[in-house]
Nanobody, 113 residues
Framework: QVHLVESGGGSVQPGGSLRLSCVFS????????TAWYRQPPGKQRELVAT???????NYADSVKGRFTISRDNAKSTAYLQMNSLKPDDTAVYYC???????WGQGTQVTVSS
């Protein structure tokens, strides 16, 4: 059974940085595409970034140039480096892998002065 565990969230001031991690277990990581989603308070979950097993990436317009998704298949871990954070980035961030539609438990990111 695939299992995902996110970490790295926290509170940061506007302009700050955080790096989220998503540790994968239960199968062979490189066979799965990975995505980061977020759910701001009172809003629906939205796609932030995706990365294929081969490393091809895609980003939501709202985070392009500020966020970087990456993966280390040897460590079965995906990352989301978030720079120049804004209050609008405040959300619970979730890791997702496909195929199978597996989700982590989420990690809270709060950007506030």
């Amino acid at each position: 059974q695939v299992h995902l565990v996110e970490s790295g969230g926290g509170s940061v001031q506007p302009g700050g940085s955080l790096r989220l991690s998503c540790v994968f277990s239960g199968s062979i990581f490189r066979f799965y595409a990975t995505a980061w989603y977020r759910q701001p308070p009172g809003k629906q979950r939205e796609l932030v970034a995706t990365i294929t097993g081969a490393g091809n990436t895609n980003y939501a317009d709202s985070v392009k140039g500020r966020f970087t998704i990456s993966r280390d298949n040897a460590k079965s871990t995906a990352y989301l480096q978030m720079n120049s954070l804004k209050p609008d980035d405040t959300a619970v961030y979730y890791c997702n892998v496909e195929p199978g539609g597996f989700w982590g438990q989420g990690t809270q990111v709060t950007v506030s002065s």
